[in-house]
Antibody, heavy 120, light 106 residues
C-alpha cells in the first residue's frame, strides 16, 4: 500500500528556512514515471503548487516562488525534501506532499499534510 | 504562466446534477484532473485524463474537456459530495491548480 508522510517544524519565525521531508512508502522514487510534489494551502484558501521532482531527478518549481525553493530526493531513504527560504507570515499554511505514481495522470496519493505557522 | 479559472461556488439540490467548470486557454489541448477536498482532509483524485475515474471513485463522477473549458459533473449529488473541488493540469511539467469551487448541497 502506498503512503506518504510529511514531517518538519510546525512553528517558524520570519527569515528562517523551512525544511520539510516527505517519506514515501510502497513505491520507489526511482520507478519510471514516478514523481513527488509539494503543495501548500493557507488557512481557508486554495491549493498552491510549489515544486515537483521526477523519477529521473528532473526538478520543477512554481515560477512565483522559484528563487526561494529547493526540492531534492534521497533515493536510499525514499524521501523528498523541500526547503523554502526567507519564511514570512504569508507562508503560513498546511504543506502537503503528493505522488504521481504513473498509474494515473494526476496526483493519486497525498500525505495528511503538515501545518506550518510563521510568526514575525 | 498557464492559468485555470473556476467559479468560487456552486449549489445543487440533493439528487440533482452538479456541474463545475474550469477554464483556460485551449484547455482542451491538455489533460485535466479533478480533486475533491473535504474540510480538514487531504485532496483526493476523482478524475484524471479529462474523464477517467480511479477505481475507487463512484461512477456518479464524470468529466469532459473541450475547447477552453473542462467540466466535472456529479450525477445524483449526495450530501457527502459537499466539498471543495480543484481542477489541475500539467503545463510543461509544471503543476497548475485552479482556484477551487465550493460545492454546496442544499
Amino acid at each position: 500500500q502506498i503512503s506518504l508522510k510529511e514531517s518538519g517544524p510546525t512553528l517558524m519565525k520570519s527569515t528562517q528556512t523551512l525544511t520539510l521531508t516527505c517519506t514515501l512508502s510502497g513505491l520507489s522514487l526511482s520507478a519510471s514515471g514516478v514523481g513527488v510534489g509539494w503543495i501548500r494551502q493557507p488557512p481557508g484558501k486554495a491549493l498552491e503548487w510549489l515544486a515537483f521532482i521526477y523519477w529521473d531527478d528532473d526538478q520543477r518549481y512554481s515560477p512565483s516562488l522559484k528563487s526561494r525553493l529547493t526540492i531534492t530526493r534521497d533515493t536510499s531513504l525514499n524521501q523528498v525534501v523541500l526547503t523554502l527560504t526567507n519564511m514570512d507570515p504569508v507562508d503560513t499554511a498546511t504543506y502537503y506532499c503528493a505522488l504521481r505514481s504513473g498509474s494515473y495522470s494526476g496526483l493519486d496519493s497525498w500525505g495528511q499534510g503538515t501545518p506550518v505557522t510563521v510568526s514575525s | 504562466s498557464f492559468e485555470l479559472t473556476q467559479p468560487p461556488s456552486v449549489s445543487v439540490s440533493p439528487g440533482q446534477t452538479a456541474t463545475i467548470t474550469c477554464s483556460g486557454d485551449n484547455l482542451g489541448d491538455k489533460y485535466v484532473c479533478w480533486y475533491q477536498q473535504k474540510p480538514g482532509q487531504s485532496p483526493i483524485l476523482v478524475i484524471h485524463q479529462d474523464s477517467r475515474r480511479p477505481s475507487e471513485i463512484p461512477a456518479r463522477f464524470s468529466g469532459s474537456n473541450s475547447g477552453n473549458t473542462a467540466t466535472l459533473t456529479i450525477s445524483g449529488t449526495q450530501a457527502w459530495d459537499e466539498a471543495d473541488y480543484y481542477c489541475q493540469v500539467w503545463d510543461s511539467s509544471l503543476v497548475v491548480f485552479g482556484g477551487g469551487t465550493k460545492l454546496s448541497v442544499l
